[in-house]
């Protein structure tokens, strides 16, 4: 077989710019080298900074800001493209390589029709005239399940979805049929069920045309559906490289093998879960004016258990969260804590009502005050709720550090000069510095490398089964509520459409909604898309 | 922005208003948050948009300038101080200053004298000067014609002047000649007009005697000669704004060469040329629009200073005059015009931004 | 925070700055002749005993450009204090209150910012008094709109933040979440913008003096001495040009400082995205 891509020995550096001192010239690519063969497709997988979006560009000879090749070789069909000067490398951009961001909606032009931006490229090197790459964008609208796709072209990028539009972006790389394209983790920005269907156009596409991919992800499930090799990188350095199948079945690397193992449940149900410490009561909400988020909302949450509320983006799971904390007051409804009703605004609750139910957030980062050092950060609810000053305030603040596994070395450093995974264990002590008996986790491992994640998961298991802390847990993720939850609340459209057990909602019969959203989350095997595609055909046959 | 256009708001220009202008039109049905209020203007908003945006803009503007004649009427009412006291001086007699307000009318009370004032502007007369009893808007006539002159052709020379250099100094970007156009721009934004002004009188009129001082122009001159004795004010003018506009051009074409639909383009293979002809510049557009619109804006204010420096018989040396003498109606009548055309101004920055916005432009 | 890496331009601002400041504050000391003291003939060369001349009625030039130095930039400093005290006070109160009291406020705003500066003044300065104290609050009130603006627009941008909404949630009290959450996290960008502001202050005050509307002779101030000499341009004399020499010297010697503090800030935010 040829050898349509061959990347050897691949360095890639850039500059950095550490405040108060000179630029340094850093190495983030520490010399990978891969295959590719015609038609096939290889994964690149890692965390954030292991180097990956940075290496799927190198195949277009590209650096984004500051980013510089500085070793090695990319040879497309044998020819070195890092020694092509400037239209040499424009003739293979757009022609023989595409890329697909991550982003499509600010990838796309808004000034200009999809339609014109997808055929420009193919046009514009001469490979088809207008009307036959207009009748080749049409025949891959369709092929990738657009509606309507005579008239897709003719609409703006404003006029469509984010699932549409990564669609769109992936037609305008394979409009010129180039032989490669590059895809930078085209599915990561969507929802779950929406990812599913994205997911099954790209490959059913890419096999149509018998075009070779690089396949850029964070997300292992998502890559094993779709390509032939994985490459696992981590830092800038190749960890692993091999088929899907050697990968995912047998992983010879320690780090690989965590990866594959990440989604295995942390935890088994609660048998009792009669209790009801923070009860929501048939409770509707709207943002200003009638525009309603909550329609009926009515879950219990039992003393020292979990309840995850799983939901896509818009079902509603983050507007709970604001009317328990009383952000925003429901227009109708109660939110009960230990057997009483909270007042529904928070300026009206008193501090031991503040106390008890504290919050994470999704974003550690900005969920701390950049200026304070974590000893402001986690002492000031000692202070503010205890009195605690000086010394014994620096006392308990050092347990807390100890408590969430990160020592009392860190107490005066400042938020930026944390890791993620850090950040977030630091509002994990600032939550239990309140001693609080609910914390809300809106998301608070979504932003985070699964490994760090699971860290997190972990230690929120730990202190609960230490302290009988309770949460409610807000996510997308459904791998992270069958790890944590006791009992499971699906939302979708502001409404709770199950409810309760974690057992009982994970097992069949579905209602039609969680049905779909279970069946839309990848799972670790392969040929788990093609199933799932399978079996949805015969449903909607047998309608 | 803050970065890209931050010392180069000396003040001269109204920058935060472009802020505004930029991030004003956003449309409602955009973010698919919380927005959706229901009832019939969201209905209206969400099916046109545009006609919607464009008629809140100009009610809005009607409705500022409405506020503005307030101000410069009941607002200045309010301040401390008697008119009549004022216009005469500490020493002047009880009976002197009495006297003097039954003859202005000032006896009457503020709410009529402002409805009959409001009235009379309605009806393009802003009534007769204290110092000289001619009527403020004979005067105005004579002199807008002056100051629009100028300011035409001041704008006329600057503006492809400072959309050129912007443009120059993206393409070099971060060497020599983005650097120099940089420090030179960023000294000119901090010389005051007068110090400019001056210092071409002395060099071109004075020592070099190329062309006359002071810039008088009168009735029966030509079109040739009143070119020629706006030069030096001309000049004055496009030097004072040609290094903000420069600048905030500069800034504005940077925000969209570093958008992701360039990478995409350049990832596409496309020449530099179509990159920026086919998709920066149809993005570009707007802001720049937004930024000429500010800086005209600024510039028939910076007319005032010039026109006095020169001895030019505009609106700007009129209104001095007349704030010298405390010659209220005078003052009031070109408060209100000036600050009429800012608000023109700006209202047209925000209007073409919304027009060139595709997002408004083609609604779902 | 090393010297070594403050830029050449940021020095040339700071030593600019430097000396305009201890002109300002040792004037009766360093200048060799009386603020109003006339000591020879009108408009005298420079060189010999008055190293920038004489001014239009005789008086030593250099003398009264570093009296100058005190009316301009001690006036233009107590401007700018009372502007951003006063601006900064309302738009945080605007933006961590919000409701009415922000809609108010910023309307009021929006429609004092729709009258020219320039031109605002000019009314107002034709009906007050002529004296120092309203001429620095007319100069304070009119700037600090645009202060207003500014710091609403930063701390809006802060109160959104989730650890203000932690702060919030904790019961903190509303001037504890401005000083302590709010405020330390607004501090460079109004920090530029002071320096920007005294700029304009500068400029200001130099043109209201200029046009005859600011200090009232025979003090001295920097735009009332271009107003005083400039009839000497005509006749080839340029003791006008020197005073705007030096307004234009302070404003680029702020300058400079400013856009180094903002570069310096916004490498602090800069990092590197996904690899």
């Known amino acids: 077989m040829a050898e349509l891509l061959e990347v050897r020995d691949l360095k890639i550096g850039a500059t950095a710019y550490p405040p108060g001192e000179p630029p340094q010239d850093i190495t983030i690519v520490h010399g990978v080298s891969f295959t590719l063969q015609k038609g096939k497709v290889l994964g690149l997988i890692g965390e954030s900074g292991a180097g990956k979006s940075t290496i799927g560009l190198a195949a277009l000879a590209y650096g984004r800001g500051g980013v510089r090749i500085t070793g090695g070789e990319v040879l497309l069909d044998g020819e070195d493209i890092l020694a092509l000067g400037g239209s040499g490398i424009r003739d293979i951009r757009g022609r023989r390589v595409c890329y697909v961001a991550q982003s499509a909606a600010a990838a796309f032009n808004p000034a200009h029709r999809l339609g014109d931006q997808v055929v420009e490229a193919a046009v514009r090197h001469g490979v088809m005239s207008r009307s036959e790459a207009w009748e080749r964008a049409k025949y891959l609208f369709g092929v990738l399940g657009l509606p309507d796709p005579d008239s897709f072209g003719r609409r703006y990028p404003h006029q469509v979805s984010g699932g549409q539009l990564q669609r769109a972006m992936t037609a305008m790389a394979l409009c010129p049929g180039p032989e490669l394209i590059v895809f930078d983790e085209p599915t990561t920005a969507l929802d779950v069920t929406t990812q599913i269907d994205v997911l099954a156009a790209i490959k059913r596409a890419i096999e149509e045309t018998h075009t070779a991919a690089l396949y850029i992800t964070h997300d292992l499930a998502v890559v094993a559906q779709i390509s032939d090799d994985i490459m696992v990188l981590r830092h800038g350095n190749m960890v692993e490289y091999g088929s899907v199948q050697q990968i995912i079945e047998e992983p010879k690397e320690d780090y690989t093998r965590d990866l594959v193992s990440v989604t295995q449940t942390l935890k088994d149900e609660a048998p009792d879960q009669s209790d009801s410490l923070l009860r929501i009561d048939s409770v509707d909400a709207a943002y200003s004016g009638d525009f309603k988020v909550l329609h009926d909302v009515s879950v219990h949450l039992p003393r020292g258990q979990t309840l995850a509320v799983v939901g896509e983006s818009g079902s509603g799971k983050s507007t709970l969260a604001r009317v328990i904390t009383g952000l925003l007051p429901p227009s109708r409804g109660e939110v009960i804590f230990k057997g009483a009703a909270l007042p529904p605004e928070f300026a009206n609750r008193n501090k031991e009502q503040l106390r008890q139910v504290q919050m994470l957030y999704q974003m550690a980062d900005t969920a701390m005050n950049p200026r304070q050092t974590v000893r402001d950060i986690v002492g000031r609810p000692l202070t503010f709720y205890f009195g605690l000053r000086g010394a014994e305030k620096t006392r308990r603040v050092a347990e807390l550090l100890e408590q969430i596994e990160m020592g009392k070395g860190f107490i005066d450093r400042y938020p930026a000069e944390l890791s993620g995974g850090q950040k977030q264990r630091v509002c994990i002590a600032r939550a239990l510095a309140a001693e609080p008996e609910v914390i809300l986790c809106d998301e608070p491992t979504s932003a985070l490398d699964p490994l760090v994640a699971k860290g997190i998961l972990k230690l929120l298991l730990r202190l609960q089964a230490e302290t009988q802390l309770s949460y409610l847990f807000i996510t997308h993720d459904i791998a992270t509520v069958r790890a944590i939850a006791d009992s499971i609340a699906v939302m979708y459209q502001g409404r709770v459409v199950r409810f309760g057990p974690k057992s009982k909602v994970l097992s069949p019969p579905f209602d039609d909604y969680t049905d779909l959203l279970l069946k839309s989350v990848p799972e670790m095997r392969l040929g788990w898309l093609e199933e799932v595609l399978t079996t949805r055909r015969m449903g909607s046959a047998g309608h | ?364 | ?275």
């Open chain 3, 1 to 275: 925070m090393k010297w070594r890496a403050i830029p050449l331009s940021a020095w040339i601002g700071i030593v600019g700055l430097a000396i305009a400041i201890f002109c300002a504050v040792f004037a009766p000391l360093i200048a060799p002749y009386g603020e109003r003291e006339v000591v020879g003939d009108i408009w005298l060369p420079m060189g010999g005993d008055f190293v920038l001349g004489t001014d239009n009625l005789g008086r030593d030039l250099l003398s009264r450009l570093i009296y100058g130095a005190q009316t301009t930039i001690f006036v233009a400093l107590a401007a700018t204090v009372l502007s951003f005290s006063l601006g900064v006070m309302l738009s945080f109160t605007a933006a961590v209150v919000g409701g009415w009291t922000d809609q108010g406020l910023s309307r009021i705003n929006d429609l004092m910012m729709s009258i020219p500066t320039l031109i605002f003044a000019l009314i107002v300065l034709a009906v007050l008094p002529q004296e120092l104290w309203i001429l620095i609050l007319v100069m304070a009130v009119l700037d600090s709109t645009r202060v207003f603006r500014l710091g609403r627009a930063v701390a809006v941008d802060v109160t959104v933040m989730e650890f203000v909404e932690a702060a919030r949630l904790r019961g903190e009290g509303r001037m504890w979440i401005i000083f302590r959450e709010i405020l330390p996290n607004t501090l460079s960008p109004l920090l530029a913008e002071f320096g920007l502001r005294f700029a304009f202050a500068v400029l200001f005050l130099s043109t209201l003096s200029f046009l005859g509307l600011g200090i009232q002779p025979p003090e001295a101030d920097w735009g009332g001495i271009v107003k005083d000499n400039k009839d000497g341009i005509i006749f080839g004399i340029p003791a006008a040009l020197i005073p705007g020499a030096a307004i234009a010297g302070l404003a680029i010697c702020v300058n400079l400082v400013v856009d180094w503090l903002l570069k310096r800030t916004s490498s602090l935010k800069g990092g590197r995205g996904d690899g």
């Open chain 2, 1 to 364: 922005m803050v970065q890209e256009s931050g010392p180069a708001g000396t003040g001269r220009a109204p920058q935060g208003s472009l802020a505004a202008g930029l991030s004003g039109p956003s449309p409602a049905n955009d973010s698919g948050a919380p927005s959706g209020r229901g009832g019939g203007l969201a209905a209206l908003r969400r099916r046109m948009p545009l006609a919607t945006l464009l008629a809140q803009r100009l009610g809005l503007s009607l409705l500022l300038l409405w506020a503005v004649s307030v101000v410069v009427f009941l607002g200045i009412e309010a301040l401390p101080g008697d008119f009549a006291q004022t216009y005469l001086g500490q020493s002047a007699t009880p009976q002197a200053v009495a006297n003097i307000r039954a003859e202005l009318g000032l006896d009457q009370p503020a709410l009529s004298r402002y409805l009959e004032w409001l009235g009379g502007v309605a009806q393009g007369d802003f009534g007769k000067s204290w110092a000289s009893g001619n009527s403020v808007t004979e005067q105005i006539g004579l002199r807008l014609g002056n100051t629009l002159f100028l300011a035409f052709w001041a704008a006329l020379v600057s503006v492809p002047l400072a959309v050129g250099l912007g443009m120059l100094a993206v393409h070099f970007r971060d060497r020599w000649p983005d650097r120099l156009i940089n420090v030179v721009s960023l000294g000119a934004i901090s010389l005051p007009e007068f110090f400019v002004g001056y210092i071409l009188i002395l060099f071109v009129a004075v020592q070099g005697g190329w062309v006359t001082f002071p810039s008088t122009v009168y009735a029966g001159m030509s079109f040739g000669q009143r070119l020629e004795a706006i030069i030096l004010p001309c000049a004055t003018l496009v030097l004072v704004v040609l290094a903000h506009m420069m600048r905030m051009t500069r800034a504005a074409i940077i925000s969209v060469m570093s958008s992701p639909y360039i990478e995409t383009a350049e990832l596409k293979g496309l020449d530099t040329l179509r990159i920026i002809a086919r998709h920066a510049a149809p993005n570009a557009v707007a802001p720049i629009i937004t930024v000429v619109a500010l800086n005209l804006a600024y510039l028939v204010v910076g007319v005032v200073v010039v026109e006095v420096v020169f001895v030019y018989p505009g609106m700007g040396q009129y209104m001095v005059d007349a704030v010298t003498v405390r010659d209220m109606p005078v003052v009031q009548a070109c408060g209100l015009i000036f600050a009429s055309v800012y608000i023109l101004l700006n209202m047209t920055a925000d209007i073409l931004g919304i027009l060139t916005n595709p997002r408004l432009r083609h609604p779902r």
